[in-house]
C-alpha cells in the first residue's frame, strides 16, 4: 500500500454517501472506492451479532482492494463492529463516532445533548458512554428514529409525513431546552430541515461527516499517505439492485455515479468471526 493506494468506505447503503461527499471534497485527489451492502440494509433495526457478521463478511473484498485505510461511514457497523474490523484486518479502520463525539463536546457548553440514531446504534450505548465520559455532567438525551432511513430512501425529504415522524420522535424533546443534537446515522443529514423545525432553531445540529473525512486527512498526513497525483473517478460497489442506489445516490450526491458494479459477499466462517462472538 502507498499514497496513491485507494481509500475505501463501507456503508449498509446509500447513506454512507453522506460521508463520500465529505471525503470527496476534503480529499479530492484520493480515489475512492464504496462499498454499499444495499443486499442487507438496514443494519439500523438488527441485532449486534448480525451487525458484526455483516460487517467482517465484508473482509475479504477490502483485503483484495489494496486500500491505504477503510472509513465505516455507518453509524450502526461503527457502534458494534469498528474494535473487531480493526483487530481483523491488516488495514487501518476509522469509524464515525469518535469525530461526531469531538464535535459534538467542542460544541456544547453545558447541555442537554440529543443523540438521534437507529435503534441498534442507541442500544449500543457507544455514543452516551463516550460523551459521558468525559462531560458526566451534561444531560442526554437518546432518541431511536427507525422510521427516519425508509423515509429518506423513499425521497421523502421534504414530505408531510416526515414531519409528522420526526414530531412524534422529536416533539418532547422541546422542553428540554437541548443545546445540540447529534444526527448519529448516515441518512439524517438529508431531513436536517424537518428536525431543525421540529426542534426548533436554538438547537445547534451536529453531523459526523465533516469531522470524519477531517479525521481520514489527518491520517493521511501523518503518515505520508496523502495521495498528490491527478484525481480519478470513485468506485462504487453494491450487494443488490445498482439502480436503485443510482436512483437514491441522487439524493445523497451532487454527481451522477458511474462505475458501479454488482458484487457477492460471501458468507464466512471465518476464526475471527467465532472470537466475535466468544
Ligand atoms: N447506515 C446506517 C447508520 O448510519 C443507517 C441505515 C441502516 O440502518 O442500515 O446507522
Not at 454512507?16 to 439500523?44: C, M
Request: hydrophobic fraction near 40%; aromatic fraction near 8%; charged fraction near 20%.
Amino acid at each position: 500500500m502507498n499514497a496513491e493506494s485507494p481509500i475505501g468506505l463501507f456503508d449498509s447503503g446509500v447513506g454512507g454517501l453522506t460521508v463520500f461527499r465529505e471525503v470527496s471534497r476534503i480529499l479530492p485527489r484520493e480515489r475512492l472506492i464504496y462499498l454499499a451492502d444495499t443486499a442487507r440494509v438496514p443494519y439500523g433495526n438488527r441485532s449486534k451479532e448480525t451487525i458484526i457478521r455483516y460487517t467482517l463478511e465484508t473482509i475479504p473484498f477490502w483485503e483484495e482492494q489494496n486500500i491505504k485505510l477503510l472509513i465505516v461511514a455507518c453509524h450502526t457497523a461503527s457502534s458494534h463492529a469498528l474494535t473487531l474490523l480493526q483487530e481483523n484486518l491488516s488495514i487501518p479502520v476509522i469509524g464515525v463516532i469518535q469525530s461526531g463525539v469531538q464535535k459534538i463536546l467542542a460544541t456544547t457548553t453545558r447541555g442537554p445533548i440529543g443523540i438521534f440514531a437507529t435503534k441498534s446504534t442507541i442500544e449500543s450505548g457507544v455514543y452516551q458512554t463516550a460523551i459521558s465520559a468525559e462531560r458526566p455532567d451534561i444531560q442526554l438525551f437518546s432518541v431511536e428514529c427507525p422510521l427516519f432511513v425508509p423515509l429518506v430512501e423513499e425521497g421523502f425529504l421534504n414530505h408531510p409525513a416526515t414531519t409528522l415522524i420526526a414530531e412524534h420522535y422529536l416533539q418532547h424533546l422541546q422542553d428540554q431546552h437541548l443545546e445540540t443534537a447529534l444526527l448519529a446515522c448516515t441518512h439524517y443529514p438529508l431531513i436536517r430541515l424537518v428536525i431543525q423545525s421540529v426542534l426548533g432553531s436554538s438547537v445547534a445540529l451536529i453531523e459526523s461527516a465533516e469531522p470524519t473525512a477531517i479525521a481520514a486527512k489527518t491520517y493521511l498526513e501523518k503518515n505520508n499517505l496523502l495521495n498528490t497525483s491527478f484525481p480519478s473517478n470513485p468506485e462504487f460497489y453494491v450487494t443488490d439492485a445498482p439502480e436503485k442506489f443510482v436512483k437514491l445516490a441522487k439524493y445523497f450526491l451532487s454527481q451522477e455515479v458511474f462505475s458501479l458494479k454488482k458484487i457477492r459477499i460471501q458468507e464466512m466462517i471465518a476464526p475471527c468471526l467465532k472470537n466475535a462472538f466468544s
